[in-house]
């Protein structure tokens, strides 16, 4: 069964540092999206991404945030100067389409922690 | 997107059907209704979608009232390894946007 990959499982970086979390979402599907989760908190939307732009954000989707599809396979999400709080797990997710028929496929997940 | 109203917990017996409930009474006619679940700290995974029908797939059956108002996710023959959190969503069907935006869920726990 096709699967969405995400890489790193676990990436330690220090406060203040860029990084770039990697997904490579199924291949014939549309939709992506960022997800996190923040330890024992809910799954939090951050950012949806159709046709090569931002389709939705959320209000932690900041300027710290950017996302990028640079060559028609990878979905990266950028956070530009991390901060303590950053620190989660962060699930990419894919879909065929987005009209309600069908469901998100989500990867395994980034772990993230900054010190 | 409607809101969704769940029980924090619930307990089953190994094998035994499970029967998840969820309220979401201000459901609007274009709007879905998705399961997911996550284990431990999986991705979420889809489990099954509907608009006002029943349906049902290998994993579970998903049963709508006639109102919309509620739903229940039903896993038939319950293991360990369906030990998790499952989050109903309701979700409005649209083109090229939408979110699937998670509440708290319930958290299923089976037993031996």
């Known amino acids: 069964e096709p699967e969405v990959t995400q890489t790193p499982s676990h990436q330690v970086t220090q406060m203040g540092q860029e990084v770039i979390l990697r997904c490579v979402p199924i291949s014939n599907h549309l939709y992506f999206y960022w997800y996190r989760q923040i330890l024992g908190q809910k799954v939090e939307f951050l950012v949806s991404?159709?046709?090569?732009?931002?389709?939705?954000k959320s209000e932690i989707f900041d300027d710290q945030f950017s996302v990028e599809r640079p060559d028609g396979s990878n979905f990266t999400l950028k956070i530009r100067s991390t901060k303590l709080e950053d620190s989660a797990m962060y699930f990419c997710?894919?879909?065929?389409?987005?009209?309600?028929?069908?469901?998100?496929?989500f990867g395994s997940g980034t772990r993230l922690t900054v010190v | 997107d409607a809101k969704t109203t769940q029980p924090p917990s619930m307990d089953c017996a190994e094998g035994r059907a499970a029967n998840l409930p969820c309220n979401h009474s201000?459901?609007?006619?274009?709007?879905?209704v998705y399961w997911y679940r996550q284990i431990h700290s999986q991705g979420p995974q889809y489990i099954i979608h509907?608009?006002?029908n029943n349906e049902t797939n290998e994993m579970a059956s998903l049963i709508i009232t006639e109102d919309r108002k509620s739903s229940t996710l039903i896993l038939p023959h319950a293991t360990l390894r369906d030990t998790a959190v499952y989050y109903c969503i309701v979700r409005v069907a649209r083109a090229n946007a939408g979110k699937s935006t998670f509440g708290d869920g319930t958290t299923l726990t089976v037993k031996p």
């Open positions: 201000t459901i609007s006619g274009n709007e879905y």
């Open positions: 509907g608009l006002k």
């Open positions: 991404f159709y046709n090569n732009e931002i389709s939705e």
């Open positions: 997710a894919s879909t065929l389409r987005d009209r309600g028929n069908y469901g998100y496929t």
